[in-house]
């Protein structure tokens, strides 16, 4: 990780929050989480934006079946966001990996930017975090840290909300995200509580096979909708942190009675 010396400060009431996801470690269904809860959001009329900041490997416009050729954050501050839906944008990612170090300041400055246009904004990320991930977490309203039930996705995550704290990020913005945790025990459980020393641990039904056969296709709008895992569950995560950084949002009861976990 390059060296990085944000500020960690509040924000202004006057900018959209920004929340953030990562991860330390590859596969954990972070983009797709970001996705669904983009979704989530303008469906309720919130108008959102998503910004891949994985500038090497962000795939999302080739999930979403978008032309290469449309803007990206190749232009960085001149980038131009593609319409997903009505109240929904996409600020792509770029075609081409090597060019993320030398956009990496202008990806910064366009998020922040873009706090004035949208009543919602957010980041996902790379596996391998850099300066960007480092003034996308200190200027978060939010901070989703996403893992798997993998041992070493866990340990992952111990190391990643050490190095949060030594950015200075209060731990009241960090959320702790458990995907995947289909069939996991409640001692399981609450030996990764245990490890993250945490008091809320949001957990995620298992979808592998209905995300990648849906989102695969370009059909994250047809996911939503059916509600299928673990759409009802970031629903619900939504329903308890949104109001937190001012937005109101909650879980649609025909939802809410089919989530995995109770």
């Not at 954050?73 to 600020?91: K, N, R, T």
Request: aromatic share 4%; hydrophobic share 45%.
């Amino acid at each position: 990780m390059d060296p990085v010396q944000p500020t960690c400060s509040a924000q202004s009431a006057r900018r959209a929050p920004l929340i953030t996801l990562v991860s330390a470690s590859g596969g954990v269904g972070k983009s797709t989480i970001a996705l669904i809860a983009a979704h989530l959001t303008a469906a309720r009329g919130t108008k959102t934006a998503i910004v891949e900041g994985d500038l090497q490997f962000g795939d999302m416009g080739f999930w979403l079946g978008l032309d290469v050729k449309l803007s990206s954050l190749a232009q960085g501050e001149a980038c131009i966001p593609v319409p997903i839906s009505a109240q929904l944008d996409l600020f792509k990612a770029p075609i081409l990996p090597e060019v993320a170090e030398e956009i990496s300041e202008a990806t910064a400055r366009l998020v922040e930017g873009s706090r004035t246009s949208y009543d919602l904004v957010i980041a996902d990320t790379g596996q391998f975090w850099s300066g960007l991930t480092g003034e996308l977490l200190c200027n978060s309203d939010l901070v989703l840290l996403v893992m798997d039930q993998r041992r070493s996705s866990v340990y992952g995550a111990i190391k990643a909300l050490e190095l949060c704290q030594r950015l200075g990020i209060p731990g009241a913005r960090i959320a702790f995200v458990l995907n995947r945790a289909s069939g996991l025990s409640r001692g399981e459980i609450e030996r990764i509580e245990d490890s993250l020393g945490c008091e809320e641990l949001f957990r995620l039904a298992d979808g592998k096979a209905s995300v990648e056969a849906l989102v695969g296709t370009g059909r994250i709008e047809e996911l939503v909708e059916e509600g299928a895992s673990p759409t009802s569950d970031v629903e619900s995560l939504l329903a308890a942190l949104l109001p937190r950084i001012g937005i109101e949002f909650s879980a649609s009861e025909r939802k809410r009675a089919r989530r995995f976990f109770p």
